[in-house]
């Protein structure tokens, strides 16, 4: 980082975005692998808070690569500053008062630790969804699997690039049910974040 950057001090503070939206900011972080159903929930997550009233934002790991990560592969090195880049970006929408949702397959345990890090303790809610590789290949909704085995796609999380598992999500979600797994996650927030 250059020597030249000074940080300009806001007048208006985070507490004072959050209370004119109502809402106690954070990051709904998604994390599983490719076809477990991560963004499906997500967005019915997002679709029921805004209902509610609440000012939501999702963002999602294709639409990223789309714009803002871009010109980034799919290496480790890569990987590991998509998720970086993003971290950025929550503690931005934190910082204004929102209600962040993130479906990214973020493999890496050390990578989520960093999420985490940049936000204040309260604001990350690590979210597991646990579907098994067999079934997030039956479903293949991209055909990525496919290309993986077929060796068209390197470095595929769950085939030839690892998925580590995290250890103490704060909602671990385990069930097919959409709307159920919805609820759970409206519930948690309720005792959290509402």
Same mark, same amino acid.
């Given at each position: 980082?250059?020597?030249?950057?000074?940080?300009?001090?806001?007048?208006?503070?985070?507490?004072?975005?959050?209370?004119?939206?109502?809402?106690?900011?954070?990051?709904?972080?998604?994390?599983?692998?490719?076809?477990?159903? *991560?963004?499906?929930?997500?967005?019915?997550? &997002?679709? +029921?808070?805004? #209902?509610?009233?609440?000012? @939501?934002? =999702?963002?999602?790991?294709?639409?990223?690569?789309?714009?803002?990560?871009?010109?980034?592969?799919?290496?480790?090195?890569?990987?590991?500053?998509?998720?970086?880049?993003?971290?950025?970006?929550?503690?931005?929408?934190?910082?204004?008062?929102?209600?962040?949702?993130?479906?990214?397959?973020?493999?890496?345990?050390?990578?989520? *630790?960093?999420?985490?890090?940049?936000?204040? &303790?309260? +604001?990350?809610? #690590?979210?597991?969804?646990? @579907?098994? =590789?067999?079934?997030?290949?039956?479903?293949?909704?991209?055909?990525?699997?496919?290309?993986?085995?077929?060796?068209?796609?390197?470095?595929?999380?769950?085939?030839?690039?690892?998925?580590?598992?995290?250890?103490?999500?704060?909602?671990?979600?385990?069930?097919?049910?959409?709307?159920?797994?919805?609820?759970?996650?409206?519930?948690?927030?309720?005792?959290?974040?509402?």
């Amino acid at each position: 980082m250059s020597k030249n950057l000074t940080w300009h001090a806001s007048s208006i503070t985070k507490a004072q975005r959050a209370k004119l939206k109502n809402q106690k900011p954070c990051v709904l972080w998604f994390s599983g692998l490719s076809g477990s159903g *991560k963004s499906t929930l997500a967005n019915a997550v &997002e679709k +029921k808070l805004f #209902e509610q009233g609440f000012h @939501t934002y =999702l963002l999602d790991g294709d639409n990223v690569r789309h714009g803002l990560n871009k010109d980034l592969g799919f290496d480790e090195a890569s990987r590991v500053e998509n998720i970086r880049r993003v971290g950025e970006v929550c503690k931005l929408f934190v910082d204004a008062g929102m209600i962040v949702l993130c479906a990214f397959i973020s493999p890496f345990e050390k990578d989520r *630790k960093l999420i985490k890090e940049l936000l204040d &303790e309260d +604001k990350y809610i #690590e979210i597991f969804v646990d @579907t098994p =590789l067999e079934i997030c290949e039956k479903r293949d909704p991209k055909g990525l699997y496919r290309k993986a085995r077929n060796g068209e796609i390197k470095n595929f999380t769950g085939i030839d690039s690892p998925y580590e598992k995290p250890k103490n999500p704060h909602i671990h979600i385990i069930k097919e049910d959409l709307n159920e797994n919805a609820d759970m996650i409206l519930k948690f927030l309720d005792r959290k974040v509402k």
